[in-house]
């Protein structure tokens, strides 16, 4: 007899792995999909990093890693924050996990009870707000629409903010809208903020480095709130190991010891191989984070401009990460013979069976009217798939 927890019951399933499965299965039957919906860099990982992996195994890294992180790695994490985010931790503040997904879990479990309400701007990134679930909070949505580029304003903020709020997620630069938060947009927020003590800000940084408008800016450079704030980032988008599952937190050392505590029951320390070779990554040349990031912005632009052309597809520029974000509600509503689009769901599923192009729908980032468009894939497969979208689109009348 089926009888999952409560807790389970309540979760959504991930619309980004749903749809990368739907167009995996697709082209193991012999369709050529291209798929837009992945969240991942095309790149292979840096030869010097595979080569460190390599020596670990050879050193018979083999053996338990502690909990959260060796020494050598979390020092490595200490002196990235000092470098590129002029942030001081010690490294009994840094805990490594499986993934930053793994992190947000972590920090979730650690400082929500029941009853707890975490903000989350919408659009979010789809595992914020069942991760809050898990936690037994309660999710308040706060929606910023395309007039904002995707991003709450400290009105919005200062709204939302209640007896019951225990946290802030934020996503800078977004997944999935690609937007960034300037130092004046943060400092904005702060300022709401520091009428608020209690609340903490949870600020998922994982696309730092794919960012085309200058230099990334955390909220925990701001001194008011650095002590409220959990830094998570990781390895995955940055240095293109979304396969090796490293992430890391900054964080207040009580939060920094329950999130160790709680991965101590849970999964123990990450892979120990993938940890020596994000020490590499850290430490080493950092040539392909610019390399990737010429790439991306080249296919950022070039997507933008065939979308400009389309009839009724409304984008913000992003800055930052891998993705466009289009509004596309005008084709709500139309229909190619008997088929009518009623929903972005509708929308990805026709571009998916007649344009064969795999995207996400935006309601499962909460914003009903848009779908998420990855374009971390190659110039060749983008030109294709821009061909197909507008071909597909045609065809809805």
Same mark, same amino acid.
């Given at each position: 007899?089926?009888?999952?927890?409560?807790?389970?019951?309540?979760?959504?399933?991930?619309?980004?792995?749903?749809?990368?499965?739907?167009?995996?299965?697709?082209?193991?039957?012999?369709?050529?999909?291209?798929?837009?919906?992945?969240?991942?860099?095309?790149?292979?990982?840096?030869?010097?990093?595979?080569?460190?992996?390599?020596?670990?195994?050879?050193?018979?890294?083999?053996?338990?890693?502690?909990?959260?992180?060796?020494?050598?790695? +979390?020092?490595?994490?200490?002196?990235?924050?000092?470098?590129?985010?002029?942030?001081?931790?010690?490294?009994?503040?840094?805990?490594?996990?499986?993934?930053?997904?793994?992190?947000?879990?972590?920090?979730?479990?650690?400082?929500?009870?029941?009853?707890?309400?975490?903000?989350?701007?919408?659009?979010?990134?789809?595992?914020?707000?069942?991760?809050?679930?898990?936690?037994?909070?309660?999710?308040?949505?706060? *929606?910023?629409?395309?007039?904002?580029?995707?991003?709450?304003?400290?009105?919005?903020?200062?709204?939302?903010?209640?007896?019951?709020?225990?946290?802030?997620?934020?996503?800078?630069?977004?997944?999935?809208?690609? /937007?960034?938060?300037?130092?004046?947009?943060?400092?904005?927020?702060?300022?709401?903020?520091?009428?608020?003590?209690?609340?903490?800000?949870?600020?998922?940084?994982?696309?730092?480095?794919?960012?085309?408008?200058?230099?990334?800016?955390?909220?925990?450079?701001?001194?008011?709130?650095?002590?409220?704030?959990?830094?998570?980032?990781?390895?995955?988008?940055?240095?293109?190991?979304?396969?090796?599952?490293?992430?890391?937190?900054?964080?207040?050392?009580?939060?920094?010891?329950?999130?160790?505590?709680?991965?101590?029951?849970?999964?123990?320390?990450?892979?120990?191989?993938?940890?020596?070779?994000?020490?590499?990554?850290?430490?080493?040349?950092?040539?392909?984070?610019? *390399?990737?990031?010429?790439?991306?912005?080249? +296919? +950022?632009?070039?997507?933008?401009?065939?979308?400009?052309?389309?009839?009724?597809?409304?984008?913000?520029?992003? *800055?930052?990460?891998?993705?466009?974000?289009?509004?596309?509600?005008?084709?709500?509503?139309?229909?190619?013979?008997?088929?009518?689009?009623? /929903? /972005?769901? *509708?929308?990805?599923?026709?571009?998916?069976?007649?344009?064969?192009?795999?995207?996400?729908?935006?309601?499962?980032?909460?914003?009903?009217?848009?779908? +998420?468009?990855?374009?971390?894939?190659?110039?060749?497969?983008?030109?294709?798939?821009?061909?197909?979208?507008?071909?597909?689109?045609?065809?809805?009348?």
């Amino acid at each position: 007899m089926e009888n999952v927890s409560k807790r389970l019951a309540s979760l959504s399933p991930s619309a980004t792995i749903a749809m990368n499965q739907k167009s995996t299965e697709m082209k193991n039957n012999g369709i050529d999909v291209v798929n837009l919906s992945v969240g991942e860099p095309d790149f292979p990982t840096p030869d010097n990093v595979k080569a460190a992996a390599k020596k670990a195994i050879d050193e018979n890294y083999s053996f338990y890693a502690p909990v959260p992180g060796y020494p050598a790695l +979390r020092k490595a994490i200490v002196e990235k924050f000092k470098r590129e985010n002029n942030l001081e931790y010690t490294a009994d503040q840094i805990v490594v996990s499986t993934g930053a997904k793994h992190s947000i879990a972590n920090v979730l479990m650690s400082i929500i009870d029941p009853g707890d309400e975490v903000i989350v701007p919408s659009p979010y990134w789809v595992s914020y707000p069942e991760q809050v679930k898990i936690a037994e909070g309660v999710n308040v949505i706060v *929606d910023a629409g395309i007039e904002s580029e995707y991003k709450i304003t400290p009105k919005q903020l200062e709204n939302a903010i209640t007896s019951k709020t225990k946290a802030l997620m934020l996503c800078s630069p977004s997944n999935p809208s690609g /937007s960034l938060y300037s130092r004046e947009e943060l400092a904005a927020l702060v300022e709401v903020l520091k009428k608020h003590p209690d609340v903490f800000i949870i600020s998922d940084e994982i696309y730092e480095h794919i960012n085309f408008s200058g230099t990334h800016v955390s909220i925990a450079e701001f001194p008011e709130v650095f002590d409220r704030t959990v830094v998570v980032n990781g390895v995955s988008k940055g240095y293109a190991m979304t396969g090796w599952r490293i992430g890391y937190i900054g964080a207040p050392l009580w939060i920094a010891k329950a999130c160790s505590k709680l991965q101590g029951q849970m999964t123990s320390g990450a892979t120990s191989i993938a940890q020596m070779a994000a020490i590499e990554a850290l430490n080493g040349d950092q040539s392909c984070i610019a *390399d990737m990031k010429m790439a991306f912005k080249r +296919r +950022r632009d070039y997507v933008l401009d065939r979308m400009s052309k389309i009839q009724g597809i409304k984008c913000t520029v992003p *800055d930052g990460a891998f993705y466009v974000y289009p509004d596309m509600s005008f084709y709500f509503g139309k229909k190619n013979g008997s088929e009518k689009i009623n /929903s /972005s769901m *509708d929308l990805c599923l026709y571009l998916l069976e007649k344009g064969r192009i795999a995207t996400v729908p935006g309601s499962a980032f909460g914003s009903p009217n848009n779908v +998420r468009i990855s374009y971390a894939t190659s110039d060749e497969n983008l030109v294709k798939a821009m061909d197909r979208l507008e071909e597909a689109l045609k065809g809805l009348v």
